[in-house]
């Protein structure tokens, strides 16, 4: 057992001997803090030109939900594939019920966890809102959503979201997606492209067809974290 | 310099998953080494004086020096796959502990 221990040190150490080998003195590898980005895939991106014509003031955004929404797209089906993986090995098909809590929750913690409920929901649909605006968008406010459905399971032994409902939010949002990229299609030239027009950068209503695909990928994001939340503080009913 | 701090944490999570038996205990390492690659993925695009790529102001894009936001895009997509895994990861370590009664590897016995 030792021996393994020692063995694994080994293997590690040299690991990170070749990557930081391989890495330093690379005329590949920029240093640290001193990167031209007109060098860069990413200096086009930032052009004053370019993020005019998308209208997004996120350029996080711009590329994640524009330049590469197919990208987008395949990392969501990974989200859903896991999620369905987690209900397989839990069996969800059959009936489920909580799981006993060694706790029962008294009368101000249900109603405070109620109230914060709402706080919460608000601030995560806040952020996917504005996702093209400021820091946030899609994957972060979707799992605000499902962290307030997660306080809800904490803080009541008996609750159970109604899961059927997250089930189909989820596949509708997720085809949405994908009628939207058709309709970019059908409308204009390519998959995904933006036909609605960009509008002035900053307004809430700008940047085309982003902020409609990043609330379906909120919601998407938040019904799948949340069904992998009851999934795991349910067991199937015994009886 | 500081990059090579981004590389030690992910060896750590490497050694973390070579060395222990507990199936939690790997996938924290696998976490770790998650964490650790993501911050290097993230520090490729820093530049000094540089802000977020958000247009706050109407001045000129050029004027204004912002980080690289492509390498930060990616992180955000790495960060919910990574996620996604540990949740299927944690389901099947649920999974051993109602077959075997025990997170630990050496006391499953079979499966090694």
């Known amino acids: 057992m030792k021996l393994k221990n020692l063995l694994a040190l080994l293997v590690t150490l040299l690991l990170a001997l070749a990557i930081i080998l391989t890495l330093n003195n690379n005329t590949l590898f920029p240093a640290f803090g001193d990167v031209d980005l007109a060098d860069r895939v990413s200096g086009q991106y930032l052009d004053s030109a370019q993020i005019d014509e998308i209208g997004a003031a996120n350029i996080v955004t711009a590329i994640v939900v524009g330049f590469r929404g197919f990208d987008t797209l395949g990392e969501v089906t990974v989200l859903f594939i896991s999620s369905l993986g987690v209900a397989l090995l839990f069996g969800a098909s059959r009936k489920q019920k909580r799981l006993d809590a060694d706790f029962s ?35 972060p406010g979707g799992t605000m959503i499902a962290s307030a459905i997660l306080l809800l399971y904490l803080a009541d032994d008996q609750f159970r979201a109604k899961i059927k409902g997250f089930k189909i939010l989820e596949s509708a949002s997720g085809s949405l997606y994908v009628v939207i990229g058709l309709l970019g299609l059908v409308l204009a030239t390519y998959f995904l492209q933006n036909f609605l027009p960009a509008g002035t950068v900053g307004n809430l209503l700008s940047a085309g067809i982003f902020p409609i695909l990043y609330i379906l990928i909120g919601l998407k994001v938040g019904s799948e974290i949340s069904g992998i939340i009851d999934n795991f503080l349910t067991e199937e009913d015994a009886k | 310099m500081i990059q090579y701090a981004a590389i030690v ?70 960060i919910v796959i990574g996620v996604g895994t540990t949740a ?17 590897l050496n006391e499953v016995g079979d499966l090694q």
């Open chain 2, 88 to 104: 299927l990861a944690l389901a099947v370590a649920k999974s051993i502990h109602r077959v075997h009664g025990t997170f630990d």
């Open chain 2, 9 to 78: 944490i992910f060896v750590l999570g490497l050694y973390g998953i070579l060395v222990n038996r507990n199936v939690i205990k790997m996938i924290v390492s696998l976490n770790v080494m998650e964490i650790g690659l993501n911050l290097f993925i993230i520090s490729i695009g820093f530049i000094y004086d540089g802000i977020a790529p958000i247009i706050t102001s109407t001045e000129a894009a050029g004027a204004l020096i912002y980080v690289d936001p492509l390498p930060q895009a990616l992180v955000l997509t790495a």
């Open chain 1, 105 to 139: 929750p008294n009368f101000m913690l249900r109603v405070g966890s109620r109230v914060l409920f709402g706080v919460i929901l608000t601030v995560g649909l806040y952020i996917i809102l504005h996702g093209h605006l400021t820091p946030g968008g899609g994957f």
